[in-house]
């Protein structure tokens, strides 16, 4: 053990521990504390961390959208890769760690790195001294307030009372509003000084009605009038105004408000800020953000802040939560309700650090949704919001419209008299039915929009986005499309923008596990009625904190042998998303025959199997010695050639395309399959040996088609002796509109395979779906 750095005498003499940063008094102790556990536990952490960057490196270059998956299978080529970590903010770099010395060593070695076209810099990671960062005390305050919380909600006396009693304990105070208010006050009349007739507008959190306690102030600067100022200021004649405008002492002077970028303008505003706002410190400009904002904390009131200057936008949508809140008295309570739970659940609010979760405007918008979707609807779309305004009423920013009233009493009360439990319970099921991956949420139109009709870029350049009529050349100068992915949520303005977009598939599918789970019980009388034996029920209950980490894809679809194939729009060729636009709702059918090609091509072009097609998935006990295969196209004994590219991709025999397209068209399809050789075995290595004695110049993309089909090969070669090892039958069916769409592969091996099976079902697991995507990326 190095006690020699770790432990520093004192002047008084006693001792310092550097590595847990404690104090002892004699060597005594410090013999009893370098034997406790917490020291031990430290240094053991430390000297993992030391090993871990000896053995890593620090890669960037990468496309924005490269996987983690696609890392491994790249950095695999020069050893065995245990771990890879992602960029969590921007995934802009990564650190590989390799398993051995000798992967790190060969890594580095390398000349040039190349994936996806992309050059990468590989470099050896970067040395940090180990610190140890004690837990913030502010961890059991929070447990505490949990505690009193729970206990005040099991003393209400119905789930809508406790619903009420959340937002009293979590909405502002009025001591706190007025705080707030007062400094915003404060801001405007310092910000006046130097821009003049500028505006300070809240928006957010703190003002759209559903505030919580420490929540940021939202802030935007508006420099429209200022702009005008400045430049009536300069083509005037008047002496005066040119002096005062001008002088040395105006930071007008410093700027043309015109042509200045964002960053220019924010750097003045961080000047502001530090020099002139009492008690305003660790003023950062974040300028690469997407939206470029100016943060500070003030010391005396214990707030943080944002300053924007370009987004008139995000004020518009305070304007319309707040009117959301003001057409129904139920907002309030079912969102405080909804956005605790799914905190408490990591799917929202960050609660932990890092990971792409829900932020806390998608989970509104997704509330606000549901409600327009009850039955009668207890709020009106956007699109019918818009007919209700007055003509003064009309709004357009950047090019959207953003029009609806500015008052409640314009519109029409709800007929709908559900109530809070109610509503909260018919939440989770709605959110348990949706098809997140086949449709986009459109608060616009008040409905779900097929995924489908925003895949077209021919459709995005030429015209507006559904539901909206915009002039040519405002949609000309507009963002084509929102990014989809797997929950898309539209903004109900700025419809180029998904503000879900940041959701990865991990987060969607807890998110829809914890909607399951919170469905069921909420179906209990647990939930629904009072306690008589003085137990936790209703919202305590449903906010019992997540233990463990998200459910895998599979879950209990391992155990009864099921893949799920996803639909993801992003790993569509281009081809391929256009055909799905053209066919309107039929998509899924459409979508489903492609991907019944690409498994019947890992099968039989990647894996050598041998692929039949069967009318049941029940497989005979005796297997299928009788069903004739000699039509079917497969990687036989011997077969010693290398795979070209047109054979890896989806190709069926041409008696059976009609068979395959007709069942496909149904929603179901059925196989045999027969495998001979253990293809899932010694993958790793036979991958990283053929890309050895392949030339640099020639070798097949790591984690491609053709690679995988050459690594079978390279498998066949060293082992050619055929054995039946596996029978087994597939059934596909495509599943979506009450669900996510995906296609779902159920397995059935015969009972004598059973148990080698096993082995390669898990290898099928993450083998299928990644090498299915691969081929529809390559769809024409």
């Not at 009349?189 to 929540?215: K, L, M, Q, Y």
Request: aromatic share 8%; proline share 5%; charged share 25%.
């Amino acid at each position: 053990m190095e006690l020699d750095n770790d432990v520093q005498q004192t002047p008084k003499g006693g001792f310092h521990c550097r590595l847990c940063d404690i104090n002892v008094p004699n060597k005594a102790s410090l013999d009893d504390h370098l034997k406790g556990r917490k020291h031990q536990k430290l240094y053991s952490v430390r000297e993992t961390r030391r090993l871990q960057e000896k053995r890593s490196v620090f890669v960037s270059g990468f496309q924005p959208e490269t996987s983690q998956l696609q890392l491994t299978d790249y950095f695999e080529q020069f050893g065995p890769v245990s771990e890879v970590i992602m960029d969590k903010e921007k995934g802009v770099y990564a650190i590989v760690e390799f398993g051995e010395v000798a992967g790190l060593q060969a890594a580095l070695s390398h000349s040039q790195h190349t994936l996806g076209g992309q050059k990468l810099r590989v470099k050896p990671r970067e040395k940090k001294e180990f610190r140890y960062i004690p837990k913030k005390k502010q961890d059991t305050k929070n447990l505490l307030t949990v505690e009193q919380l729970s206990q005040d909600l099991c003393q209400a006396a119905s789930v809508n009372e406790q619903m009420h009693r959340l937002v009293e304990r979590f909405q502002l105070s009025e001591s706190e509003r007025k705080v707030r208010e007062l400094l915003v006050e404060l801001l405007q009349e310092v910000f006046t000084e130097f821009f003049p007739e500028c505006r300070i507008v809240a928006f957010g959190s703190s003002v759209n009605t559903f505030d919580i306690h420490s929540c940021d102030l939202d802030l935007f600067l508006d420099l429209e009038n200022t702009k005008i100022f400045q430049a009536k200021a300069r083509s005037s004649s008047e002496q005066g105004l040119l002096e005062d405008t001008c002088s040395e002492d105006s930071i007008l002077s410093d700027i043309d408000l015109s042509t200045a970028s964002p960053s220019e303008v924010l750097e003045l505003v961080a000047m502001v800020l530090r020099k002139c706002v009492p008690g305003a410190h660790k003023v950062q400009v974040l300028s690469s953000a997407r939206l470029p904002v100016v943060k500070f904390s003030h010391r005396e009131l214990g707030l943080q802040g944002d300053v924007s200057i370009n987004n008139r936008l995000a004020v518009r949508n305070t304007r319309f939560l707040q009117l959301c809140s003001g057409l129904d008295g139920r907002l309030r309570p079912l969102m405080y309700t909804i956005r605790y739970w799914a905190k408490q659940k990591q799917l929202a609010g960050n609660p932990f650090g890092g990971g792409p979760l829900l932020n806390n405007y998608a989970l509104t918008l997704l509330v606000i949704f549901f409600l327009q979707n009850r039955e009668p609807p207890i709020l009106p779309s956007v699109n019918q919001l818009k007919e209700m305004a007055c003509e003064e009423e009309q709004c357009v920013i950047e090019g959207w419209d953003c029009t609806f009233p500015s008052q409640p009493i314009a519109v029409p009360q709800s007929k709908n008299t559900e109530d809070l439990c109610a509503l909260l319970a018919a939440f989770f099921t709605f959110c348990e039915q949706f098809d997140f991956a086949g449709s986009v949420v459109s608060l616009r139109e008040g409905r779900a929009l097929p995924v489908t009709a925003f895949l077209s870029k021919d459709e995005e350049a030429n015209e507006a986005p559904v539901g909206e009529h915009l002039e040519m050349e405002e949609m000309r100068a507009k963002p084509r499309a929102p990014k989809l992915g797997p929950l898309n949520v539209l903004d109900p303005f700025e419809l180029s923008h998904n503000v879900a977009g940041n959701l990865n598939e991990r987060t969607q599918r807890s998110f829809r596990h914890e909607c399951e789970e919170a469905a069921k019980y909420c179906r209990s009388l647990q939930y629904q009625r009072k306690s008589a034996k003085g137990k936790v029920w209703g919202l305590v209950r449903l906010f019992i904190p997540r233990d463990g980490d998200a459910p895998s894809s599979t879950g209990d679809a391992a155990r009864q042998l099921v893949v799920s194939i996803p639909f993801k729009v992003t790993v569509l060729s281009e081809t391929l998303r256009r055909r799905l636009h053209s066919a309107g709702d039929l998509f899924r059918q459409l979508w489903f025959t492609e991907v019944c090609k690409a498994i019947l091509a890992v099968f039989q072009r990647v894996l050598g199997c041998t692929v039949v097609h069967g009318k049941t998935a029940e497989v005979p006990k005796g297997g299928y010695e009788g069903v004739d295969c000699s039509d079917t196209k497969t990687i036989g004994k011997g077969v010693k050639r290398t795979l070209s590219e047109e054979e890896a991709l989806p190709i069926c025999p041409a008696d059976k395309k009609p068979k395959l397209h007709s069942a496909a068209e149904s929603g179901v399809v059925q196989w045999w399959c027969e495998v001979q050789h253990r293809v899932w075995a010694g993958r790793r290595k036979a991958r990283r040996d053929l890309l050895k004695s392949l030339p640099e110049t020639s070798r097949p993309e790591v984690g491609s088609v053709e690679l995988e089909a050459e690594v079978t090969q390279r498998i066949l070669l060293d082992h050619p002796a055929a054995e039946k090892l596996l029978q087994f039958a597939v059934e596909a069916k495509v599943l979506g509109g009450t669900e996510d769409t995906r296609a779902e592969l159920r397995f059935t091996p015969c009972d004598e395979h059973a148990s080698i099976f096993q082995d390669f079902f898990h290898f099928l697991e993450l083998f299928l779906p990644k090498i299915t995507e691969k081929l529809l990326e390559k769809v024409d």
